[in-house]
């Protein structure tokens, strides 16, 4: 028996049964049609694409097809013996396997073995094997071996979201299939068609955020009217909150901000979304995602700003902060604070000289450990806020880095993709600058050493002894040397 309807999601229940239903596919849906139609079918088809786009949608709906006994132009007519069978999940001549729990070479045998036998009642014997690229390779060579040579009454169907990671032997047997993303107002139609359904209240600009957070893929986005629905009248706030996006007005003042120089108002958006514990990533996305619209409407000067919003995305998974390293980008990009001008300022900084040292617990400081070990986060952090309120480009080159506080020396790492960085802050007037607000936040520190990942991945014992003895303006010995000269 079938599930009863009032159980099951909204996206199972609105799953199209017919080629006609499927959304953003055109193209493969009539190649399909005509070839049900006019009885060419293939033997192997490979249906290619992220996820929630149709594919398992389309295997089924094809399934039907090949097997329907009143097919109606290449469509199945959901109403035959066959169709009714393989609707309820009741027919032996379709077998869907998931390829990620059925993925050796056994499970592939024995399907060879079961190829050799006709269907029980129906004129194809299909196999849908989704996520077909998580088999072995061993599974893949035996599988291969069928597809050379088929059986006339086997039809196989492949679905993966990762065509790369398919041999190219198998994939030269199949007709493949690319599955687009769907367009974003192509999901917001689906979603108002829905709604007015089952009698949810949706707002317009609702359907248009699920649609536009869903990347194309229509499953998840009846996912979210789904969990939305039960609640009320799905609202732009109602999406806002289940999904922790930021309001669109929220993003179009930040980008302004970006655009008229106003690192002030650009800065209080970021500190309130850290505030509220947002996802400053997703923001990111968010903001970019916005800038492409804009710019797509004839907004240009909001070009150079995608960019760096891109980039920013990027470099905040291996940022040490990701506030700070936002908030030093966008001064960068605006330019320094508006003082006295009413608007917020950055906090000053707090002086790890005020910090008192560790406590061994009986009272006594604890002196610095001598083993490597990372600074203080609120040490770097406000090291960095200070260098931000005074010279924002050096604060800009040190964001990226990573730091190593050792035997009182500072190590600053630059990451490969920052060799610019990395030259600019050995210049002597910069390098000075920073050893002496070093001095300000680490005690005890003798020396700031600047390393770059792209030229020197791992500093020698020799330079920094040599880095050292510079800042004690001493000397190494050699051996045998009593130090009299």
Request: charged share 25%; with cysteine.
């Amino acid at each position: 028996m079938t599930e009863p309807t009032d159980h099951l999601s909204l996206y199972r229940r609105f799953r199209p049964q017919r080629f006609g239903e499927v959304v953003g596919q055109d193209l493969i849906v009539a190649t399909l049609r005509r070839a049900v139609a006019g009885g060419r079918l293939g033997h192997a088809y490979l249906l290619s694409g992220q996820r929630g786009v149709g594919k398992t949608s389309v295997a089924r709906i094809l399934a039907r097809a090949a097997n329907c006994l009143s097919p109606e132009d290449g469509e199945p007519c959901n109403r035959c013996e066959s169709c009714q069978r393989i609707l309820q999940g009741l027919s032996l001549d379709v077998v869907e396997i998931d390829g990620a729990s059925n993925r050796g070479v056994d499970q592939i045998r024995r399907l060879r073995e079961e190829v050799a036998y006709v269907p029980a009642g129906s004129r194809y014997k299909v196999y849908i094997i989704d996520e077909v690229h998580m088999l072995t390779g061993e599974a893949f060579n035996a599988l291969l071996k069928t597809l050379e040579e088929p059986p006339p009454h086997v039809l196989f169907i492949f679905a993966t979201t990762e065509p790369h990671k398919v041999p190219a032997t198998v994939i030269s047997r199949c007709q493949a299939f690319e599955f687009q993303p769907i367009a974003e107002d192509a999901i917001a139609r689906v979603l108002v068609t829905v709604a007015q359904t089952e009698g949810i209240a949706l707002a317009p600009p609702a359907a248009e955020l699920i649609a536009r957070r869903s990347r194309g893929a229509l499953r998840d986005a009846l996912v979210v009217l789904d969990q939305l629905g039960h609640a009320g009248e799905v609202t732009e706030e109602a999406v806002v909150d289940l999904l922790g996006l930021p309001p669109l007005a929220l993003v179009d003042g930040f980008l302004d901000a970006l655009v008229g120089r106003d690192a002030d108002q650009a800065l209080a958006i970021v500190a309130d979304l850290s505030t509220r514990g947002r996802d400053l990533a997703l923001f990111l996305e968010e903001a970019a995602s916005r800038a492409r619209d804009r710019i797509i409407a004839g907004e240009s000067t909001l070009i150079p700003v995608a960019q760096r919003l891109i980039e920013l995305r990027g470099e905040l998974g291996r940022a040490f902060s990701r506030r700070l390293h936002l908030e030093v980008a966008i001064v960068a990009l605006c330019g320094p604070l508006r003082t006295g001008a009413g608007g917020p300022r950055s906090p000053g900084p707090a002086r790890e000289a005020e910090l008192p040292p560790p406590s061994t617990g009986d009272g006594e400081p604890r002196a610095t450990s001598q083993e490597a070990m990372p600074p203080r986060p609120e040490a770097w952090e406000a090291m960095l806020r200070a260098l931000l309120d005074e010279r924002v480009a050096v604060a800009a080159f040190l964001a990226p880095a990573e730091v190593v506080w050792a035997d009182g020396l500072l190590t600053v790492r630059l990451p490969p993709d920052c060799g610019y960085h990395y030259e600019s802050l050995l210049e002597p007037a910069v390098r000075g600058y920073v050893e002496a607000t070093a001095h300000k936040f680490f005690a005890p520190l003798l020396a700031v050493q600047f390393v770059w990942a792209g030229a020197h991945p791992k500093p020698s014992l020799e330079e920094g002894a040599r880095i050292l003895a510079e800042a004690l303006e001493g000397r190494i010995l050699g051996e045998g040397d009593d130090g009299s000269k």
